[in-house]
């Protein structure tokens, strides 16, 4: 079983849809949970981190952690075409070095 | 300009050319990394480094090589590249004072092994 599982879609959503993104994990050590946008030909940006359990909202994102499922979601309210992208999960134990470890993406499209 | 570049963007060789990329940053971060993507299989760490003086092998290292000559330059060297090391290379850097957990990435650099 892989450290972290993500769908890889593609999803294709309506603008002004509810998009969720989701991953699981094996690794009960991990406590910090990111989520990390791509734009086509571009590299990675962070857009949202959580540490532990609960849910952390910053506009139209909210990010949430359940970490007795192993299960962590990305919620985008209102899309808009702007957010087409591959959004990646990525986590990591707490202390220690900084590795992290990533989902493999899924690759979002939001229709005008 | 880009405060994390990657030199050159893309890049065509042939099995068993010795091949090196090339990052530097303005951010002034002490930690530099080196990841790999590839379809299916997401972002891989290759080799991560915390100072000039501190190199450290991430998940899949083999058949890579880096060198920090600086604190802002680190680079990614092929020996003797193989097609299967055709990838989207990425270098990243992260500040140990600042936000935790955030990487910052260059554009990448596309590499295809003939």
């Known amino acids: 079983q892989k450290e972290v599982e993500q769908d890889p879609g593609p999803l294709s959503v309506p603008e002004g849809a509810i998009v969720s993104l989701n991953c699981t994990y094996s690794?009960?050590?991990?406590?910090?949970f990111m989520w990390y946008r791509q734009y086509s030909r571009k590299g990675p940006e962070l857009l949202m981190y959580?540490?532990?359990?609960g849910n952390k909202e910053d506009g139209r994102f909210t990010a949430q952690v359940d970490k007795s499922s192993k299960y962590i979601s990305l919620f985008i309210r209102d899309s808009q075409p702007s957010d087409s992208a591959t959004y990646l999960c990525?986590?990591?134990?707490?202390?220690?070095?900084?590795?992290?470890?990533f989902g493999k993406g899924t690759k979002l499209t939001v229709n005008p | 300009d880009a405060d994390v570049t990657q030199t050159p963007r893309n890049r065509i060789t042939k099995t068993g050319k010795r091949i090196m990329l090339e990052c530097s940053q303005t951010?002034?971060?002490?930690?530099m990394y080196w990841y790999r993507q590839d379809p299916g299989l997401g972002l891989r760490l290759i080799y991560y480094?915390?100072?000039?003086?501190?190199?450290n092998k991430g998940e899949i290292s083999d058949g890579y090589s880096v060198s920090r000559q600086a604190q802002a330059k680190f680079s990614l060297s092929l020996e003797s590249a193989i097609p299967n090391q055709t990838a989207l290379y990425f270098c990243?850097?992260?500040?140990?004072?600042?936000?935790?957990?955030?990487?910052?990435f260059g554009p990448g650099t596309r590499l295809t092994v003939l």
């Open positions: 690794n009960s050590a991990f406590q910090y």
């Open positions: 990525a986590m990591r134990p707490q202390g220690g070095s900084e590795k992290l470890v």
């Open positions: 990243a850097t992260s500040d140990a004072r600042g936000p935790p957990n955030t990487q910052y």
């Open positions: 959580t540490y532990s359990s």
């Open positions: 951010k002034g971060h002490d930690r």
């Open positions: 480094s915390f100072d000039v003086k501190d190199i």
